[in-house]
C-alpha cells in the first residue's frame, strides 16, 4: 500500500512534468530536429574554415572543406526529407506534443534557422571574395596575354634574336 501512498503525495504538476521529460527523449520528430541542427552546427563551423580558405587563397584547403562539407549537406538532405511530413503538418504535430518538447521543437528550429541564415551569409562573401580573385586573375592573364603579343611584334619573342646578337659579339 505504501506505494499508492506515494503515488498519491505527487502532485498533477509533478505528473505533467515527469511525462514531459519521458517523452522529450522519445519523440522522433525532436530526434530530428537535433541531427539537424547537429548538422547545421557542422556545417556553421565548416563555413567558417571556408571562409579562411578563400581569404588565404588556400585552394587545397577549400577543396577539402567543401568535399566534408558535401557529405553533411547530403545527410542533412536526407533528415530533411524525413522531417517533410511532419513539417507539413506542423500545427497538429507540435500540438501534438508536451509542452516541453514543443518548447525544444521550436528552439532547434529556431537555432537551425539562425545557422542557416550564417552559412548562406558566408557564403554569399565567399562566393564574392572568389568572383574577384577570379577576375583579378583573368585581368592578370590578359595582360600577360598582351606583353606576349607585344614582344613578338617588335622582335618574334625576343629569345632567339638576342641569341644571336650574343653569339655574334663574341665572334
Not at 37 to 53: C, I, M, V
Not at 115 to 120: D, S, T
Not at 131 to 148: D, K, T
Amino acid at each position: 500500500m505504501r506505494p499508492l501512498q506515494m503515488r498519491s503525495w505527487m502532485t498533477e504538476q509533478d505528473t505533467a512534468q515527469k511525462s514531459d521529460i519521458d517523452s522529450t527523449t522519445s519523440s522522433p520528430v525532436l530526434v530530428l530536429l537535433r541531427r539537424q541542427a547537429a548538422l547545421f552546427e557542422q556545417l556553421d563551423r565548416l563555413s567558417e574554415k571556408q571562409s579562411g580558405a578563400v581569404a588565404q587563397g588556400a585552394a587545397d584547403e577549400l577543396l577539402t572543406v567543401l568535399s566534408t562539407r558535401q557529405r553533411f549537406t547530403e545527410e542533412l538532405r536526407s533528415i530533411q526529407e524525413q522531417i517533410e511530413p511532419y513539417r507539413n503538418n506542423w500545427t497538429a504535430v507540435r500540438g501534438s506534443l508536451q509542452r516541453l518538447q514543443a518548447d525544444e521543437a521550436e528552439q532547434l528550429l529556431g537555432r537551425s534557422s539562425e545557422l542557416l541564415g550564417r552559412i548562406l551569409g558566408r557564403d554569399d562573401r565567399d562566393r564574392v571574395a572568389l568572383e574577384q580573385a577570379q577576375g583579378q586573375i583573368g585581368a592578370e592573364l590578359s595582360r600577360m596575354n598582351q606583353v606576349g603579343k607585344a614582344r613578338a611584334a617588335y622582335g618574334g619573342g625576343g629569345g632567339a634574336a638576342n641569341a644571336n646578337l650574343y653569339t655574334n659579339r663574341q665572334g
